[in-house]
Nanobody, 128 residues
Framework: QVQLVESGGGSVQAGGSLRLSCSAS????????RGWFRQSPGKEREAVAS????????YYADSVKGRFTISRDNAKNRVYLQMNSLKPEDTAMYYC?????????????????????WGQGTQVTVSS
């Protein structure tokens, strides 16, 4: 089993920045992809960003390209999501996720059912 814990959420004005962090513990050797997803009230969970632990390729939802950056620190078993130029529509609960296989294409990497482990989420609120 793998446990994921998110941190770094909060409230910010439009145009501001936040950095989310996701720490993994447990059988971390079992996972090869890490991703971020988000969900707003009344909406379905949507993918934000993903990357393989052992690779350099990153995958982003069109809505966040150029504004969000996913990165990792394998030594610390952490994944980060740097969010810049935040918009009110970015307001959501953000979830960290981990998948067993390395998900190498956009269609696989940004597909929630491919992820086995999930964190509890951290709230991001962007005011206009």
């Amino acid at each position: 089993q793998v446990q994921l814990v998110e941190s770094g959420g909060g409230s910010v004005q439009a145009g501001g920045s936040l950095r989310l962090s996701c720490s993994a513990s447990g059988d971390t050797y079992d996972v090869n992809s890490r991703g971020w997803f988000r969900q707003s009230p009344g909406k379905e969970r949507e993918a934000v960003a993903s990357m393989c632990i052992g690779g350099i390729d990153t995958y982003y939802a069109d809505s966040v390209k150029g504004r969000f950056t996913i990165s990792r620190d394998n030594a610390k078993n952490r994944v980060y999501l740097q969010m810049n130029s935040l918009k009110p529509e970015d307001t959501a609960m953000y979830y960290c996720a981990a998948a067993v296989p390395c998900l190498r294409t956009t269609s696989y990497a940004l597909n929630a059912p491919n992820y086995k482990y999930w964190g509890q989420g951290t709230q991001v609120t962007v005011s206009s």
